[in-house]
């Protein structure tokens, strides 16, 4: 996948460091979201916290489920929890104040054979070194046997935290919720970090 719809929720720089490899990046506009619009995108990200700072998501993730439903890739990164929890993603999930503090901390592959895992980057553990500031935060605690957790990881003393990278196929597509912390790990040039999310982008390269 080449081209990319982004929508911005709080602020980032992973557009940017998106471009910077090659991506066609495209900032969409939260008034004019609908499913049509976004079939020329091989995959529409969500900015950290759209979902707590934009006040049409809403009505903005019915139209992404559509464009999921239909063959897209939805990758929405993390949000902060919240006491009535929207609907994210095509089937439940609650985020919870889960993370993971150490950027050294392990990181486990639960599921090796799945395509962001296996393919087109073959991922290893190399490719969780050097990360920078933590692994992620606001892991979901909970989610439906419909999605599937790709990693796990835990600070010293605490259990495993899986919700960081949860997949889900719905339709023709896939919906990712992920808390890992991309927007830190993108622009800091963290050579696995952008490994894993191009895997992400391409996902619906593999139906």
Not at 92 to 116: F, Y
Not at 196 to 205: E, P, V, Y
């Amino acid at each position: 996948g080449q081209f990319v719809g982004y929508i911005m929720g709080s602020g980032d720089a992973v557009p940017e460091s998106l471009r910077q490899i090659g991506y066609n990046v495209d900032l969409l506009d939260p008034e004019n979201i609908v499913a049509e619009n976004l079939s020329a995108y091989d995959a529409v990200i969500l900015g950290i916290r759209a979902f707590n700072t934009i006040d049409r998501m809403a009505v903005i993730q019915p139209e992404l489920m559509k464009y999921v439903e239909s063959g897209g890739t939805v990758i929405a990164q993390y949000n902060t929890s919240m006491r009535n929890q929207p609907d994210i993603g095509p089937y439940p999930l609650s985020i919870s104040r889960d993370r993971v503090t150490r950027e050294e901390a392990k990181v486990t592959i639960l599921a090796p054979d799945h395509p962001i895992i296996d393919g087109p980057n073959k991922i290893t553990a190399a490719d969780f070194e050097g990360w920078v500031q933590e692994r992620g935060l606001y892991f979901p605690n909970e989610w439906d046997d419909r999605y599937t957790p790709i990693l796990a990881a835990h600070d010293p003393g605490e259990p495993d935290r899986k919700g960081g990278l949860l997949v889900g196929q719905y339709g023709k597509g896939y919906f990712v919720y992920t808390g890992y912390s991309w927007f830190r790990e993108l622009p800091a040039g963290v050579p696995g970090a952008f490994r894993i999310f191009a895997n992400m982008i391409s996902l619906g390269n593999d139906i």
